[in-house]
């Protein structure tokens, strides 16, 4: 039987399948530093690969409730801003973080499971590479962290916490990989180059990160353990969260019963204290999107700078849309929850990506990152893209 000729038509669709896949991909690693990736421009491409693609008849055929409620949630907290100008900056990045939804959407649907394991992999060994170069160019035992940080602050210009969370990113999908792809030979790439970025994270000293790689290994066992031991381990997990969050609110007491010192976390409770003192002038309303830093609400007695947000995004959702809001978005994130499909995760590497990012985000909230920006929205709505594909996995 003769092969099936290979149309100039097939080679320019695959064509738009990888770079579509690779645009997509390339934002999910490095949209965290995306002053440094621009990644941003890879967002537009994929955007605009996806909507030529039937990518909005995707999103409106199943989410058109989230595109109204969020229409919604702006439009609130825009007429409860006490800066409306301010709000409706974050609001944008709010929607600019959205419209990642349609091609994680198509992807989830339509892409092959082995170009997922491809091009995870691939583009996670680029990262990886770097950081490699990194790790030589800057290697010095006694000052290697401080070394790292100083690079990130002076050459990339970014937040040293924005490349962790590149860094974690990269390590949760090497991870994915290592679960589903189809070779050994990709599973132990994988595996050798996740070992070096746990040891590279060491060097990264984040606590923040570290939880919330703890919180997303928990819900990792939760996929696959049995029934019995189910609730075990879902009720370790919320003691986990909530002993951090307490100890974080707390750190004197903590100090006082263990003789631990938690150094930064007593700035901490103090940003957590100002943030609730703050929600309580606008407990249903909130003070708007994206009013925090300019409002004076981070600025603590004894430093210098002030904080332009919480560092919890749990607290920044409340102070800035208050209770109606965080309700309205509660109500998104629940539509947006019911097309998530666990068999996708339990099986392909890309929805099981998109778990393990979305579970990291939400865990690195309790210590870390502004929620109502673009690299934090645009990657929850990857993450839950990533999981809502129509397509039974048997189907690939």
């Known amino acids: 039987m003769r092969n099936p000729k290979i149309t100039n038509d097939n080679k320019y669709s695959n064509l ?66 006490e800066l409306p100008d301010k709000t409706l900056t974050g609001s944008y990045n709010y929607l600019r973080g959205m419209l990642l939804l349609p091609p994680a959407l198509l992807l989830a649907d339509r892409a092959d499971s082995r170009q997922h394991a491809q091009w995870l992999l691939g583009l996670s060994m680029i990262a990886v590479t770097i950081l490699i170069w990194l790790t030589i160019y800057l290697y010095d035992e006694a000052r290697f962290s401080n070394a790292l940080y100083d690079y990130c602050n002076n050459i990339l210009d970014e937040n040293p916490h924005n490349l962790i969370n590149s860094v974690a990113i990269t390590l949760l999908c090497l991870i994915a990989v290592t679960i589903h792809a189809h070779q050994k030979a990709m599973r132990f790439t994988a595996l050798a180059a996740s070992i070096f970025i746990l040891w590279l994270l060491v060097y990264l000293r984040s606590e923040g990160t570290w939880l919330a790689l703890g919180i997303t290994l928990f819900a990792l066992l939760m996929l696959y353990i049995r029934r019995k031991w189910f609730f075990a381990t879902a009720t370790m997990l919320i003691l986990i969260i909530a002993s951090s969050q307490l100890v974080f609110i707390f750190p004197d007491w903590f100090h006082e019963h263990t003789s631990v010192h ?25 003070h708007g999107i994206n009013t925090f830093k300019y409002l004076g609400i981070g600025q603590i007695p004894g430093i210098e700078t002030p904080f332009i947000h919480p560092h919890e995004i749990y607290l920044e959702i409340l102070v800035s849309v208050g209770i109606l809001g965080s309700a309205l978005l509660a109500l998104i994130t629940y539509k947006l929850l019911r097309h998530v499909r666990l068999e996708a995760v339990r099986s392909t590497p890309l929805a099981m990506t998109g778990y393990l990012v979305t579970i990291y985000l939400a865990g690195k909230g309790l210590t870390d990152m502004k929620f109502f920006s673009l690299y934090p929205i645009g990657l929850f709505f990857l993450g839950l893209g990533f999981m809502s594909s129509r397509i039974t996995p048997r189907a690939r």
Do not use: C, K, N
């Not at 058109?64 to 609130?76: D, S």
């Not at 938690?262 to 309303?285: C, D, H, K, M, V």
């Open 16 to 81: 738009r399948q990888h770079t579509l896949l690779a645009s997509t991909l390339y934002v999910l690693i490095t949209l965290p530093i995306s002053d440094a990736s621009h990644a941003p421009w890879a967002g537009l491409l994929a955007l605009l690969l996806a909507l030529s693609d039937g990518g909005w008849r995707r999103v409106m055929s199943s989410h058109r409730t989230v595109i109204y409620l969020t229409a919604g949630l702006i439009v609130f907290s825009l007429l409860t801003s």
């Open 262 to 286: 938690l150094g930064g976390f007593q700035t901490r409770a103090q940003i957590y204290t100002a943030t609730l003192q703050s929600w309580l002038e606008s407990p249903w309303t909130g």
